[in-house]
């Protein structure tokens, strides 16, 4: 039994025949088989579902070894994806290995998306780890699976199960080379006991099939027709349509409501107020006014016509451009020690060349192409939602708190996510439209506008970050001290909370790789005035571009080469251990067991290298507007060199000819989707860095649309990204978010390189470059 | 009076609110989903039809511009996928989330049906008014070169 630490979860070797013990309720068509591979808490996976009348297609299989597998006697494979489809191409590579293990005929394979559902384990699709921490339950089921059908197919024989092997959907005795096809197997096979973990022989290497090839999403030839259904495309009988007006300022409450002329709108039928949340935040609906009606159109023109006055309360009071200079004075102050190692002030104290330097990052909103969208259809005190959601189980809890029901009683569909990055894993929109759905006694949509998407988003938090170090006659630190302040994620939830969680300073803050006698590292109290999400790679982000954009200042004032600098500061090969130096904090390691997924600085030097390789690094001098900068971290237990190159013009205007991306994430399972996922972060790391800022007066957030929340187009774009795999043996690790931190020091450093201006603060597009 | 246009070849007769913009006409009345709702301002390319072959945002498209025009949108292009640009998309793997491809097609369509031997440049240009959040442009790009190439999937 293999313990997933600081999950809570397990994942358990032992599979069960689920079918005999009546458990999944026994609607599978009769002979079906299903595998429950476990990887949940056994209390719950022992809890029968009584109020559970909606089962899976696997449940309902002839063969059902694993909650995740089931194979029908026609010889359909079932495969549920219990994660959600955002782009990463998880929904389809969860079930290559299964289906790898099983030996299936990918054409038989019909993916089906779990509902929420506590049985599946974890389903919050965040943190880059759904592969991490289901490849080894997926693999079981399918080669669990496999077993059973082996067994039968011997026992129909009557031939020893050493002389019958799988192959491709059938099974083959040797000696004789009859054959039987899975399906004609499932009946048979589902009546026998699942064997143990220890009874199932997993694939080798050499023997797969699937697992390491390029895999298309399976979705792809819906979504260039225009087929697949997005949360946005979501529709019920008889359903009305929302638009909310929520509160212009975070903790607004509704003092009257004028809706006389909203209601006037053709095709609008009502208004509802949604009750403002009760703190702490979590992720209750902010509260507003919504106009329902027959069609987008017609409630998005009532809300317009729609008077409320607000009481604003205390966030009222906040400026960004004022915030900013509190968190850049927080961290010039001492603040509260994270991490140590020797003595830095000692050091300092004995002078030598000193490099200090604040780096300012905004506020930033996620701007998924699909804007938070849910439909809810509340009936009997139950309620099933349809929505574009990364955490189904949390959109149980969420919708359940709001209408006072119970868990059980909330249904969640997650249809495929026009985009995620966080804010998707936070389902506010599907409780307003199951709080609106009840009020209105029928189903409701609730679809946010790009307005609301960026004024009411989980923003991913504004820091600053100082750093200190003094350089020795090597030019190498012999004291570096490193500050942070910003709005933590833990202000959602716990009110007024003001310090980083572990898990924000465990994002490249307290987990720099490098060798050094004197390090410092502070964490400073700032005070959240909007809500505070995760964005992808979270606070990884502003902590890299700081330290990644830092090491480039030291190599310069070193008067030495970025790459090599680099190289150096990280050191000799060596597995780090950061426990012995961490104070009054914790390293979370991404919540993987550090034994499985180390520090490992070999790996870290391995990407660099190749990554100057690829990149010609060295080969052309710098300046005159061109120039290459280089960075790498570790996150996600995923290790990533970027190089980019840029171009500067005489107005100032910078061009990313190139992007190079080397990543070493151990074990890739579909290689294609990996590939995608980095060079989508080098875009959108170039984006956010150049281009992206959310901002606030008087509380209220200032952008509003495309206009003036800027993001990454194909004419401000990288123009190339050429991404590198470096294949290890080592476990599978994230592939969706380490690709963005390293990007944005590289690009602030190739800048440096091409104009000799260093630019701290983001987005580099205000800074004038020439 | 009703308006009368053509969706996908169908024709179809309208008689609601004549500021309604196109792309709610589309999604809600008759049910085409393939085209998007990305930013309602014309700022993002989501929602991109064709109006008598040409791209067109359809948030911005009010329904009373729209009396005899014949409109296309994704579900129209081709029946089955099988359009050489939506064939090169798959050829090129460029979604990721998929959600901002059928305006990226539409508007691809339109332009390489005027500028069948494009250059980057120009690529760039008629593109940039299309937003893919998941960053898929350097694919998108590949795809309508090799359609320009004549290249088929």
């Known amino acids: 039994m293999r313990r997933a630490k600081g999950l809570g979860l397990r994942a358990e070797g032992m599979i069960e025949n689920v079918t005999r013990r009546h458990f999944l309720g026994g609607v599978f068509s009769a002979g079906a088989f299903v595998l429950a591979a476990r990887v949940m808490p056994d209390e719950l996976f022992a809890q029968a579902p009584a109020a559970r009348s909606l089962l899976s297609q696997v449940e309902k299989s002839a063969l059902r070894p694993s909650i995740y597998l089931g194979i029908e006697p026609d010889g359909t494979v079932y495969i549920v994806t219990h994660r959600s489809e955002m782009g990463t191409g998880i929904r389809t590579t969860l079930p290559i290995i299964a289906a790898d293990e099983l030996d299936a005929d990918w054409s038989k394979v019909k993916i089906e998306q779990g509902i929420g559902d506590a049985r599946y384990g974890d389903q919050n699709t965040d943190g880059s780890k759904s592969i991490r921490d289901f490849y080894d339950a997926f693999r079981l089921a399918g080669a669990s699976a496999r077993t059973m059908l082996v067994s039968a197919a011997a026992a129909q024989w009557g031939v020893p199960v050493s002389e019958c092997t799988a192959r491709i959907h059938e099974v083959v005795h040797g000696p004789s080379n009859r054959r039987l096809g899975y399906g004609a197997l499932a009946t048979a096979a589902g009546k026998l006991p699942v064997p143990s973990a220890a009874q199932v022989r997993l694939k080798t290497k050499n023997e797969w099939r699937f697992i390491g090839k390029d895999f298309p999403a399976y979705d792809l030839s819906d979504i260039v027709a225009g087929k697949a259904m997005f949360g946005m495309d979501a529709k019920r009988e008889g359903m009305l349509y929302a638009s909310i007006e929520h509160p212009p300022v975070l903790g607004a409450k509704v003092r009257s409501i004028n809706d006389a002329q909203a209601l006037k709108v053709p095709g609008v039928r009502q208004t509802a107020t949604i009750d403002a949340y009760k703190p702490p935040l979590m992720f209750q609906p902010v509260g507003g006014v919504a106009v329902l009606g027959d069609s987008t159109w017609a409630v998005m023109q009532g809300r317009r016509r729609l008077t409320v006055d607000w009481d604003l309360g205390p966030n009222a009071s906040f400026e960004s451009e004022a915030f900013k200079k509190e968190l850049i004075a927080t961290v010039h102050q001492p603040q509260k020690v994270v991490r140590a190692v020797g003595n830095v002030d000692a050091e300092f104290a004995k002078g030598g060349k000193t490099v200090e330097a604040t780096y300012y990052t905004p506020l930033l909103a996620h701007a998924s192409m699909e804007p938070p969208v849910a439909v809810a259809d509340f009936r009997d005190n139950k309620v099933t939602i349809w929505a574009s959601v990364q ?182 090969g060596r597995v780090i251990d950061l426990k012995p130096q961490l104070k009054g904090a914790d390293y979370w390691n991404y919540g993987a067991p550090l034994d499985k997924y180390p520090i490992d600085s070999r790996r870290l030097r391995h990407v660099l290298e190749v990554a100057g390789e690829q990149s010609g690094w060295g080969k052309r001098k710098a300046g005159g507007g061109w120039g290459m900068g280089v960075s790498a971290h570790r996150s996600f237990n995923t290790y990533v060199a970027s190089v980019v190159e840029v171009e500067v013009d005489k107005t100032g205007r910078v061009r990313v000819p190139r992007v190079v991306q080397v990543f070493d994430a151990g074990l890739v399972v579909n290689p294609a989707a990996a590939k995608q996922q980095f060079e989508g972060a080098a875009v959108m790391g170039v984006g956010l860095a150049m281009l992206g800022e959310i901002s606030a007066a008087g509380g209220r957030v200032q952008q509003t649309n495309f206009n003036n929340f800027q993001v990454a187009r194909m004419n401000s774009a990288p123009v190339r990204v050429d991404v590198h795999q470096v294949d290890t043996d080592n476990p599978p690790s994230g592939i969706g978010e380490p690709g963005v931190p390293p990007i944005i020091p590289a690009l602030a450093n190739a800048i440096f390189a091409a104009t000799g201006k260093r630019v701290r603060d983001l987005p580099i597009g205000k800074t004038k470059l020439i | 009076m009703p308006i009368t246009l053509t969706v996908n070849g169908s024709p179809r007769s309208f008689d609601g609110d004549p500021e309604m913009p196109l792309l709610w006409y589309l999604r809600d009345e008759l049910g085409l989903t393939g085209t998007k709702y990305g930013c309602g301002a014309g700022l993002c390319g989501s929602c991109t039809v064709h109006r008598d072959g040409n791209a067109v945002r359809s948030c911005q498209t009010p329904m009373k511009a729209l009396a005899g025009g014949q409109i296309i949108t994704i579900e129209g292009l081709s029946p089955d996928g099988s359009h050489p640009v939506q064939q090169a998309w798959m050829k090129a793997n460029v979604p990721q989330c998929g959600y901002c491809q059928a305006g990226q097609i539409m508007q691809a369509v339109a332009f390489l049906r005027t500028t069948p031997k494009p250059s980057d440049q120009q690529i760039d240009t008629a593109m940039s008014g299309n937003i893919c959040r998941c960053g898929t442009y350097q694919r998108i790009r590949e795809a309508m070169k090799s359609v320009a190439d004549g290249g088929r999937a």
């Open chain 1, 391 to 572: 955490n189904p189980q949390a959109t149980q809890d969420t919708v359940a708190a709001a209408l006072g029901i119970n868990k059980d009683d909330v249904t969640v569909h997650v249809t495929l996510l026009g985009g995620g990055f966080g804010r998707k894993s936070k389902p506010d929109f599907a409780a307003e439209a199951a709080v609106l759905s009840k009020k209105a006694g029928k189903p409701v949509k609730v679809v946010w506008t790009r307005e609301d998407d960026l004024k009411f988003d989980f923003y991913h938090s504004t820091a600053a970050v100082y750093h200190k170090a003094v350089l020795d006659g090597s030019g190498k630190p012999s004291a570096w001290l490193a500050r942070s302040a910003f709005p933590p994620i833990a202000s959602t939830f716990e009110h007024g909370a003001r310090y980083a969680l572990d898990l924000e300073n465990g994002m490249g803050l307290v987990d720099l790789p490098y060798e050094l006698a004197n390090h410092q590292v502070e964490n400073g109290p700032a005070n959240a005035h909007v809500r505070i999400g995760w964005f992808r790679a979270v606070a990884n982000n502003y902590h890299v571009f700081a330290s990644g954009s830092f090491v480039d200042e030291l190599a310069r004032a070193a008067g030495r080469d970025s790459l090599e600098y680099l190289l150096e500061l990280i050191g000799p």
